[in-house]
C-alpha cells in the first residue's frame, strides 16, 4: 500500500468516525473505589485488632506487625476473589520509570486432583522476581538474579479489570538481594520518612505537643495529545521513538490560542468521561479536564494525595489513558514533545507537606507575616531549592524531556523560585530586619451591576517559573508528562529534610544562647534570605535577560540531561541522599548511570529510526516525484513547449542535500561509542542530536515541496486536527 493511500484511509477512516451512545447507568460518584481495598473495606473484613493495627501503619507510619499478614492476605483474597480475580500480583516501579508486574494464580492443586485458592501472609509480604533484566546500573551483574518484592501496605491493593478476567494489584518495593533500591518506591518512601522526622521536631520546636505523622502531598497535572491510531500507525517514527522526526510546520498551529480551554471534541469527551469513570474505580480522584494550548493536547488533574499514593496513582493513570484511548480508536501520546513547534506536555507537580493535626502547613493565612511557622517552613524550600537546585534539575532529566524544557511552554533549565508579590515583599522585610505588614487582596469591580465583585488576591501567577508558589502550596512545573513524579518528590523531601534539620539545629541553639522564641526564628528567617534568597525570581523566566542575570546570580542553566546528571556526582548532594537514609553512594551512582544510558539509547534508536525513515519513505517519494516533474517537462520539449521547471531544480538541490545529510547521519550512527554511560550519552548529544536535526530539516523542506499524493506520512495539519 502507498504511503498516500494509507494517508487518505486514515483520514477517512476518522471523519467517518462514528461512537456508539450508549451511556452509563451508573452515576459517577458510586463507582469511586470499587476496584480497591480501602480501609472500609479492610474494616469490615479483618479483626478488630489487625485493622486497627494495619489503619495505624497507613496513617500514622506506625512499624507493621508481619504476623498480621495472614489475616490481611485472607481477606484480600476473598475480597479479590468475590471481584472475580484470578490472579494477583505484585506491582513494582524499575528504574525503567515504567510499571512492573509478574502474575500468579491463585489456585494450587491439592493432593485429590482438584484445585484450592491460597494466598498467605508470606506471599503478600514479599515476592520474587527475576531482577537480572531491569536497569541496575552496575548494582546487580548479569549472572545475578535474585530480586524481592516487598508489600507497601500504605498504597491499597487493587483490581485491575479485563473482559477475559481480573487480577489483584498489590503495590510494592522492588529491592536487590543486598538490599539496596532497585525501584523508584523505595527512595520515595525513605525520603518521606526523612522529611517527616525533621518537620514533626520543627513543630515541636512551634509548642505544639498534638503531633502527628507529616506527609507530602502531591497533585500532578497530566498533559497529554491524542491521535487517531490509523495516522499513529502510518508514522512509524512514532510507534518506535515516540515522537515525530519529522514534520513541517502546519499553515495553522496554535497561533491563535483558540484551543486553550476551548469545546471539548465529542469524541475527545467520550474518552474523558469513560477515562474519570475508570480512573475513579481504582480510587484516583480525578478532578479536571480540558483543552491545553496546542491542537490535539489536553489535561486531567487530580485532587492532592499523599505523595507514594499519588506516585502509584500517576503510573496507574498513565497506563488507563492509553487503554481507554484505544477504545475510541486513538492513542494517548505522552512524549514531552510528541511534535514540533507546538507545546510540549509536563506533569506539573503541586506539592504541599502538612497532618491531619496541623493541617497543611503551607497554608500562609490571611496575615502571612505574622504566621511564623508558615515562614519558616517557606524559607526551608527557599534554602532548599538555592541549594539543591542542581538535585532538582537532575530528578526531570531525559532525552525527551530535554526537547520540552527551555521553549516557550515549559520552565527554563535554570531552577529558580517564585513567590509572588505578597510573599517576596514580606521576605524581603525579613531581609531589612522585621515583617510589618503583608500586602492584603483586593476587589474587582467589574461595573456591571448583574455581576457581584471578585476577589483578587495579593499576587499574581508566574507560568515561567520552574518552582512556583500558588497560594498554598508550591508548583513544580519541570517535570515531563511521560517522567514517574517520584523522582522530583525524592529530591524535594530530601531538600526539605536538610534544610529542615538545619533550621531546628539553629533556633536550638539560638534558644541556649539566650534568645527568645521570635528573636531566633527572625534571626534564621534574616539568614536564609540573605544568603538563598538569589533563587527568588519574580520575572519572565522565557527572557534572554533572565538566562544573563541568573548567571550573576550564579544559578545553574543546565541545559541537557548530560549536565544535570553530573550534579549527582556533587559532595553536597551525595552527603544530602546517604546522610538521611535515602539513597547510598552506591545508588545515586547506579541511579546516574541509568538515566544516562536510557538517554543515550533513546537518541541511538531516533537516530537509527531517522534514518530509515529517511532512506525508505522520504527519499522514494521525493524521487517519485522529481521523476513526474521531469517526465512532465520532456513531454512539454517534446510537443514545442520550450518551458523550465523551476521546481524540479529545487527539488534536485533538496534531494541532494538529503541523501548528503543522511550519509553524515549514517556514519554518526556508525561511531556511536564509549568507554563509560558519559562518554556514550556526551556522543548522542554532541554527534547524534545535531546530524539528526539536519536530517529533519532536509526532510521537511521537501514536504513543502512533493506533491500531496505523493506524500508518505501523514502531516501535522491532520494529525493534531481531524479528530
Not at 524535594?492 to 529542615?500: C, G, H, V, W, Y
Not at 542553566?557 to 551525595?574: F, G, H
Not at 517537462?633 to 517534446?638: H, Y
Amino acid at each position: 500500500m502507498s504511503g498516500s493511500m494509507s494517508r487518505r484511509q486514515a483520514i477517512e477512516a476518522v471523519t467517518t468516525y462514528e461512537m456508539d451512545d450508549e451511556g452509563f447507568a451508573e452515576p459517577l460518584a458510586d463507582t469511586f473505589g470499587r476496584n480497591v481495598f480501602t480501609l472500609s473495606v479492610m474494616k469490615s473484613r479483618l479483626p478488630k485488632h489487625v485493622f486497627k493495627a494495619v489503619s495505624a501503619t497507613i496513617d500514622k507510619g506506625a512499624p507493621l506487625d508481619p504476623t498480621l499478614a495472614d489475616y490481611v492476605a485472607s481477606a484480600m483474597k476473598d475480597w479479590a476473589i468475590e471481584k472475580g480475580a484470578s490472579h494477583y500480583a505484585h506491582v513494582f516501579y524499575p528504574l525503567t520509570g515504567f510499571t512492573a508486574e509478574k502474575h500468579d494464580s491463585f489456585l494450587e492443586p491439592d493432593s485429590s486432583g482438584a484445585s484450592l485458592a491460597e494466598f498467605q501472609g508470606k506471599t503478600l509480604l514479599q515476592g520474587e522476581p527475576d531482577a537480572s533484566s531491569f536497569p541496575n546500573g552496575g548494582l546487580r551483574g548479569t549472572f545475578e538474579a535474585r530480586g524481592y518484592t516487598g508489600w507497601d501496605v500504605t498504597s491499597p491493593a487493587y483490581i485491575l479489570e479485563n473482559p477475559k478476567g481480573n487480577t489483584l494489584c498489590i503495590p510494592t518495593i522492588f529491592i536487590s538481594w543486598t538490599g539496596e533500591a532497585l525501584d523508584k518506591k523505595t527512595p520515595l518512601l525513605r525520603s518521606q520518612q526523612a522529611m517527616s522526622k525533621q518537620a514533626m521536631r520543627l513543630l515541636k520546636l512551634f509548642g505544639h505537643t498534638d503531633i502527628d505523622t507529616v506527609v507530602s502531598y502531591a497533585g500532578a497535572e497530566q498533559e497529554y495529545f491524542l491521535i487517531d491510531r490509523h495516522f499513529y500507525f502510518a508514522r512509524p517514527d512514532l510507534m518506535t521513538a515516540n515522537r515525530t522526526l519529522f514534520g513541517a510546520k502546519p499553515s495553522k498551529g496554535q497561533e491563535f490560542d483558540d484551543h486553550y480551554f476551548g469545546a471539548i471534541p465529542d469524541r475527545v469527551l467520550a474518552f474523558m468521561i469513560e477515562l474519570d469513570r475508570e480512573l475513579f474505580k481504582q480510587g484516583i480522584p480525578a478532578k479536571t479536564r480540558h483543552n491545553e494550548v496546542a491542537p490535539g493536547q489536553f489535561e486531567i488533574a487530580p485532587v492532592f494525595e499523599k505523595s507514594n499514593l499519588a506516585h502509584d496513582h500517576q503510573q496507574l493513570m498513565m497506563t488507563t489513558m492509553k487503554k481507554v484511548a484505544e477504545r475510541y480508536g486513538m492513542v494517548c501520546l505522552l512524549h514531552e514533545k510528541p511534535f514540533a513547534g507546538v507545546n510540549g506536555s509536563g506533569k506539573h507537580v503541586n506539592f504541599s507537606l502538612g497532618n491531619n493535626n496541623q493541617g497543611n502547613l503551607l497554608n500562609p493565612g490571611d496575615t502571612p507575616h505574622e504566621n511564623e511557622q508558615f515562614l519558616v517552613f517557606c524559607a526551608a524550600i527557599i534554602r532548599g531549592v538555592h541549594k539543591y537546585g542542581g538535585l532538582l534539575r537532575s530528578s526531570i532529566a531525559s532525552a525527551s524531556n530535554d526537547h520540552r524544557l527551555g521553549a516557550n511552554e515549559a520552565p527554563p533549565a535554570i531552577i529558580s523560585i517564585f513567590l509572588g508579590e505578597q510573599l517576596a515583599d514580606v521576605f524581603d522585610q525579613i531581609a531589612k530586619g522585621g515583617a510589618k505588614a503583608s500586602k492584603a487582596s483586593g476587589v474587582i469591580e467589574l461595573g456591571v451591576d448583574t455581576l457581584p465583585p471578585l476577589k483578587a488576591d495579593a499576587g499574581d501567577r508566574n507560568r515561567t517559573s520552574p518552582f512556583a508558589f500558588t497560594g498554598n502550596r508550591f508548583e513544580f512545573r519541570a517535570p515531563g508528562s511521560n517522567q514517574s513524579i517520584a523522582d522530583p518528590m525524592i529530591a524535594i523531601n530530601a531538600m526539605l529534610a536538610e534544610s529542615l534539620d538545619y533550621v531546628c539545629t539553629s533556633l536550638e541553639k539560638s534558644a541556649e544562647e539566650g534568645l527568645t522564641f521570635d528573636d531566633a526564628v527572625q534571626k534564621v528567617l534574616e539568614e536564609i534570605i540573605v544568603e538563598h534568597g538569589k533563587v527568588v525570581f519574580n520575572g519572565d523566566g522565557y527572557s534572554d535577560a533572565w538566562q544573563e542575570e541568573a548567571a550573576t546570580r550564579g544559578l545553574l542553566n543546565l541545559r541537557t540531561t548530560v549536565d544535570a546528571m553530573a550534579q549527582l556526582d556533587e559532595p553536597a548532594i551525595k552527603e544530602l541522599m546517604s546522610s538521611y537514609g535515602i539513597l547510598s553512594e552506591r545508588e545515586l551512582k547506579a541511579r546516574k548511570e541509568v538515566v544516562l544510558e536510557q538517554y543515550a539509547l533513546a537518541l541511538l534508536v531516533e537516530a537509527k529510526e531517522t534514518l530509515e525513515v529517511a532512506k525508505t519513505m522520504i527519499l522514494p517519494a521525493a524521487t517519485r516525484y522529481m521523476g513526474e516533474l521531469a517526465g512532465t517537462q520532456a513531454s512539454l520539449k517534446a510537443a514545442g513547449v520550450d518551458m523550465e521547471t523551476p521546481v524540479l531544480k529545487t527539488m534536485t538541490v533538496a534531494v541532494s542535500e538529503l541523501n548528503d545529510k543522511m550519509d553524515i547521519l549514517e556514519e554518526a550512527i556508525g561511531g556511536f561509542h564509549g568507554d563509560t554511560v558519559e562518554t556514550e550519552a556526551e556522543y548522542a548529544l554532541k554527534s547524534l542530536i545535531p546530524v539528526m536535526n539536519d536530517v529533519r530539516v532536509a526532510s521537511d523542506r521537501l514536504e513543502s515541496i512533493v506533491a500531496d499524493d505523493l506524500w508518505p506520512l501523514p502531516t501535522y495539519s491532520e494529525m493534531l486536527t481531524i479528530l
